[in-house]
């Protein structure tokens, strides 16, 4: 009796990975994220208590930390700002000495070649943690926080920074950006959105970490909605239209088929975020000794690959190249 026989293609490694239809991580699909702290304290590094292995860093502490990565192979690096203070108009997220800024000008400085992402959202600055203006009510305005978050990428880009991530979800801000942008001279710098950014439970280590949990109510009225899917293509389809020229799916996943969906209904770059608190419960299974940690790792990041992503922000990076796990 014939049937099928899979096996025929399993039974050696050199087989299996002679088959294997998704290729091994690679060092150019890596973005490694880090978190500088705005301080007067040379050595600032504090360890994120919800996030082991990951640390607020001091200007000097990032650049070490920044050498160290990329001298195992890191081609590319996001940041996270951590700033002094915070005010109603994001203050710290636009001016010319911002912490990112400053840490932009350090690490283009030290590392020439290194691809240098940042984030445009204003949530880290603002103090009442939201995204946006807020009115006395609560409600975030969407219009009238364009022009803050279009005064940010410009700054970002001022300082050199190679790509810009606006990951607020307010409706227009890539056109926004984009014009801003464009009219400042810097045509050629990228905008990869956070087009498909979900209201998720999994940012809580985040904003830990970046300190930007909201002081009052949520995200919901501007992050998306985790049981929709469609609605995630009109959003990555209008940030296209928009300008945008690569797209990050958020969180990465619970969210498979919003990558699977957005490869196959767009012609951009796809980016998967291994956000916090993937990252976090990998970590803490494998501190109890329940998983495999490198094995879960590895077989996370695959499974987004395989989904469709070919860029991967993660915890991470780092550790794949530091330990060879990466080409």
């Given at each position: 009796?014939?049937?099928?026989?899979?096996?025929?293609?399993?039974?050696?490694?050199?087989?299996?990975?002679?088959?294997?239809?998704?290729?091994?991580?690679?060092?150019?699909?890596?973005?490694?994220?880090?978190?500088?702290?705005?301080?007067?304290?040379?050595?600032?590094?504090?360890?994120?208590?919800?996030?082991?292995?990951?640390?607020?860093?001091?200007?000097?502490?990032?650049?070490?930390?920044?050498?160290?990565?990329?001298?195992?192979?890191?081609?590319?690096?996001?940041?996270?700002?951590?700033?002094?203070?915070?005010?109603?108009?994001?203050?710290?997220a636009w001016?010319?000495?911002?912490?990112?800024?400053?840490?932009?000008?350090?690490?283009?400085?030290?590392?020439?070649?290194?691809?240098?992402?940042?984030?445009?959202?204003?949530?880290?600055?603002?103090?009442?943690?939201?995204?946006?203006?807020?009115?006395?009510?609560?409600?975030?305005?969407?219009?009238?926080?364009?022009?803050?978050?279009?005064?940010?990428?410009?700054?970002?880009?001022?300082?050199?920074?190679?790509?810009?991530?606006?990951?607020?979800m307010m409706?227009?801000?890539?056109?926004?950006?984009?014009?801003?942008?464009?009219?400042?001279?810097?045509?050629?710098?990228?905008?990869?959105?956070?087009?498909?950014?979900?209201?998720?439970?999994?940012?809580?280590?985040?904003?830990?970490?970046?300190?930007?949990?909201?002081?009052?109510?949520?995200?919901?009225?501007?992050?998306?909605?985790?049981?929709?899917?469609?609605?995630?293509?009109?959003?990555?389809?209008?940030?296209?239209?928009?300008?945008?020229?690569?797209?990050?799916?958020?969180?990465?996943?619970?969210?498979?088929?919003?990558?699977?969906?957005?490869?196959?209904?767009?012609?951009?770059?796809?980016?998967?975020?291994?956000?916090?608190?993937?990252?976090?419960?990998?970590?803490?299974?494998?501190?109890?000794?329940?998983?495999?940690?490198?094995?879960?790792?590895?077989?996370?990041?695959?499974?987004?690959?395989?989904?469709?992503?070919?860029?991967?922000?993660?915890?991470?990076?780092?550790?794949?190249?530091?330990?060879?796990?990466?080409r």
């Amino acid at each position: 009796m014939e049937f099928y026989r899979g096996r025929r293609l399993r039974q050696s490694q050199v087989m299996r990975d002679f088959c294997r239809e998704t290729t091994p991580l690679l060092r150019e699909e890596l973005i490694m994220p880090y978190f500088v702290a705005e301080t007067a304290d040379a050595g600032y590094r504090k360890e994120i208590a919800s996030m082991p292995g990951q640390f607020q860093l001091s200007l000097d502490e990032l650049e070490k930390e920044v050498g160290r990565d990329v001298e195992k192979g890191l081609m590319t690096a996001m940041l996270y700002g951590i700033p002094a203070g915070k005010d109603e108009q994001a203050t710290g997220a636009w001016k010319e000495d911002g912490i990112v800024q400053q840490a932009v000008r350090r690490l283009k400085k030290a590392f020439p070649g290194l691809i240098v992402v940042t984030d445009v959202c204003l949530c880290e600055y603002m103090s009442h943690g939201h995204c946006g203006i807020l009115t006395r009510d609560g409600r975030v305005l969407n219009d009238a926080t364009l022009p803050l978050l279009s005064k940010t990428a410009v700054s970002l880009a001022e300082a050199g920074a190679d790509i810009l991530a606006p990951s607020d979800m307010m409706d227009g801000r890539i056109a926004a950006i984009r014009q801003a942008l464009d009219g400042a001279g810097f045509v050629n710098v990228p905008i990869m959105s956070y087009a498909a950014k979900y209201a998720s439970s999994f940012y809580g280590p985040f904003r830990d970490a970046a300190e930007s949990a909201p002081a009052c109510g949520d995200r919901k009225t501007y992050q998306m909605d985790p049981g929709n899917a469609r609605e995630a293509l009109r959003e990555m389809r209008a940030d296209i239209a928009e300008g945008a020229d690569m797209l990050i799916v958020k969180p990465a996943a619970s969210y498979g088929d919003i990558i699977a969906l957005a490869k196959c209904e767009t012609l951009v770059p796809i980016c998967a975020y291994q956000v916090s608190g993937e990252y976090s419960m990998i970590m803490a299974a494998a501190e109890k000794g329940w998983i495999n940690g490198e094995a879960v790792m590895l077989e996370s990041l695959m499974g987004l690959k395989r989904a469709g992503a070919d860029i991967l922000i993660t915890y991470f990076a780092a550790k794949l190249l530091r330990e060879g796990l990466a080409r």
